[in-house]
Structures are given as C-alpha cells and as structure tokens.
C-alpha cells in the first residue's frame, strides 16, 4: 500500500462533516436570533447604498441570507486544504515530495485564511455593519497573501530550504495580514486587490515555466476561468442586470462559489506539483 496516496475523499467526507455542523450553527443563529444583536453598530457603506441585489431583511440576524450562507464554499474549501495539511504533516518522510509538501505550516495557513474569509464574509453579510466589511475584506487580503505566500515559496526554493527560512516566511504572512488591517483603509479596494491579483499571476507563470513538466497548467487555467466568470456575476450583481432580491439565485452567492474555487484551484495548482530529475 502506497502510504503517500492522499485519502481524498476521506478529507472529503471530513470537510463535508464539518460544513455540514458549521451551516447547523449558522441556522440556529439566524432562527433564534434577530436583527437588533447589529442595533448599534456602525452601518456599512454597501448596506447605505445596496451595493447588492439581495434583499437587506434587517429584521433577521442574518441581514442578506443568501450572501451569508454561500460563505460556506469557503469554509468547506478550507477545510480540505486543512485536512490536505494534515495528510502532508504525517507523510514528511516519504520521497518525491515537491516544496509545499514539504512544508505543511503553509498549507495550514492558506486553509485557516479560507475559514477567516468564510467567517468575516458571513459576518459582514449578516450584519451589513461598517466593521463587518473591514473583517470580510482583510479576509479576502488574506488569502491573497497566502496565495502570494506560496508563489514566493516555490519560485525561491533555494532560500526557503533552511527552516529558519520557511519560518521567517509564514511569521511575515501573519504579519502582513494584521497590517492589511490599516493598509487597506488608507488605499481603496479596486486598486490594492487587482495588485495583489497581478502579483500572483506574475509570480505564477514564472513558478510554471521553471518547471513545465511538473505543473498541470490546466489546474491554473481553469482558476482563472473561475474568477473571470466571479468578476463577471459579481459586476452583474452589483448593476443589479437580471436582480431579484428576493430570489435564491444571487450573483454575489455565486461570486462566493466561484472565488473560492478560484482560489482552492491555484492552490492545487502548487499542492500538486510533480518533481521532476
């Protein structure tokens, strides 16, 4: 039996258990709670302009349900990529494992940003409060930084080979994220996110061509695809085109779905590297 075959749908099922008991958290809270646990709290831009299509029933816990729920792709997505982390932990001692398997810390990290970016995003989607949407957004900063992490990793795997190394890195992930905190109230979104974006892209077309054989680009493709169309369906949601607020169907829950694949795509794209002689 081959020891190093990764148990998918074991992390599967286990990431599933885990969603499943995280969605019967969010029922009970929106069941039992109401709308004044938020009264108070600073109202946040998007809800004074409903920047969304969904409905904002500020008399429910959960302000905008649809939007709230779907944070859950993350979650689960999140969960995977813990469990993958898990697996890699245990395997250290195997060969042919490429520099992310190596170092599992750092999957650990990309996974525990996915369920920050799941938490922040359902709180500020439940509340439509101004604090709500400074911890949605350093979420999502997060998970770049992690992805941003994991390129600047492989593409220097010469330096990162010395744990000391490996270490500093991961530390300055976790510091830069509490400084997206402040960074981002003092440089708009639509300037800081599209950088971030374009330093992964960069830094991931230089990781592909040092290692062509190794790397599946159909995997980054296919992410990027996926975050075309979430632009897209976020753009429609937003210009209210084909708007129902009251509907199940929602193009920023899609935008969630959508993102999230995105980002557990690029992931794999790097978890599944093969080494090459």
Aim: net charge positive; glycine share 6%.
């Amino acid at each position: 039996m081959n020891t190093h075959q990764l148990p998918i749908l074991r992390i599967y099922i286990s990431a599933l258990a885990a969603t499943l008991l995280m969605w019967g958290v969010f029922f009970i809270l929106n069941s039992q709670l109401d709308g004044t646990c938020w009264d108070g709290m600073r109202v946040s831009k998007s809800a004074l302009t409903t920047e969304y299509c969904e409905l904002n029933r500020t008399e429910h816990f959960f302000h905008q349900r649809m939007n709230t729920y779907s944070n859950l792709a993350y979650f689960f997505l999140g969960m995977i990529v813990i469990g993958v982390a898990n697996f890699d932990r245990k395997n250290l001692s195997a060969t042919g494992l490429n520099v992310l398997q190596q170092f599992p810390p750092l999957s650990y990290f990309v996974g525990a940003c996915l369920v920050y970016l799941a938490m922040g995003s359902a709180f500020f989607h439940a509340s439509m409060t101004w604090v709500g949407q400074r911890v949605d957004m350093n979420g999502t900063y997060s998970v770049c930084l992690a992805l941003i992490g994991i390129a600047v990793f492989r593409r220097y795997t010469a330096t990162f080979s010395v744990w000391r190394n490996r270490w500093f890195l991961l530390s300055g992930l976790v510091v830069s994220v509490v400084i997206f905190i402040e960074l981002h109230l003092r440089i708009k979104s639509i300037v800081l996110l599209p950088l971030l974006i374009l330093i992964i892209l960069v830094l991931t077309v230089l990781n592909y061509r040092s290692n062509k054989t190794g790397f599946r680009l159909s995997i980054a493709v296919l992410g990027a695809l996926f975050m075309i169309v979430a632009d897209i369906l976020r753009t429609l949601d937003v210009k209210k085109i084909g708007c129902d607020p009251t509907s199940f169907y929602q193009g920023h829950t899609l935008w969630h779905f959508f993102t999230a694949m995105s980002v557990f795509l690029l992931y794999w794209f790097y978890r599944n590297e093969r080494v090459t002689e």
